[in-house]
């Protein structure tokens, strides 16, 4: 597959001197859905701005389907569109309008097939003479995306789609994020949940500190870091927790809690069986949580495991 971004030695040092973007390289395929997986502070709002042309980057090059994005810009930008992290809105005009604006701002032509388009796929159309300020937070984001995709660009950048958003609007971004892939669209998106990065991207790249610490198949990422912990809280506390059941299943027994470490990709692992085992053998279930291991934990795996190698 073509490369629709090229990313080339890309550093940025803030005036503070805090360097954001260490010597970044990276390839975005035409038609891929890409996350970029980081927490707080990794560099992801820098990194996409600084593709987008928000932001001035100290050294190195970046190529949007060839074109440089500083020699070139205007054709760059043409390609390009980007859903920033903060929303900002025109909140007195109407969605219609805006949406036209943006268009406009962008030297093209008005196409009010496309803007129409636009709006219903993304169950706006109803809205299309509401004031912003009129509108729920979800349709508001909803009309950001719309903004981004104004002039028909080829690469959507959305930064932290999801961040603070509860789980049906999640789901609803999610759905648009797939429908516009479909429609051909090359989505880089950044986010520090594990699980949207697996949900929708076919690669993901680690970034933390400034630094791409890897680069990898979501699937195959997942699968190696796909730690998950099922914590059991039992109705009494137990001083000495039948062997063979903690040897089983290599329990740590600390009071009335066991825990249980597996990874989501095995299959051979049969919970329900274990919790059986657990009761028959005379330990009553009060509770049990599961857990994922946390973006921070695998930063730390990941990074233990580099310095090994
Ligand atoms: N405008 C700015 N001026 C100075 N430092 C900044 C600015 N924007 C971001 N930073 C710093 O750069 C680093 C990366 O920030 P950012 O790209 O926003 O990370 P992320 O989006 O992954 O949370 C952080 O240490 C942040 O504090
Ligand atoms: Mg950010």
Redesign the pocket.
Known sequence: MKNILEITDVN?I???S????DNINLNIKEGEIFS?L????????????SICGV?NFNSGTIKIKGYDNIKEYRKARQITGIVP?ELYLESFETVWKNINYSRGLFGKPKNHKYVEDLLKMLSLWDKKDSKIKELSGGMKRRVLIAKALSHQPKLLFL??PTASIDVELRKETWDIVRKLNKNGTTIVL?T?YIEEAEELSSRVAI?ND?KIILVNETDKLIKKLGEKSIRIELKKETNNLNSNLKNKYNLEVNKNFLTFKYNIKEDNINLTEMLNEIENNGYQIKDFITEQSSLEEIFIKLIKEDKKS
């Open positions: 940025k803030y005036r503070n805090i360097k954001a973007l970029l980081g927490p707080n502070g990794a560099g992801k709002s820098t990194l996409i701005n932001v992290q930064d932290e950044t520090h970034i400034g």
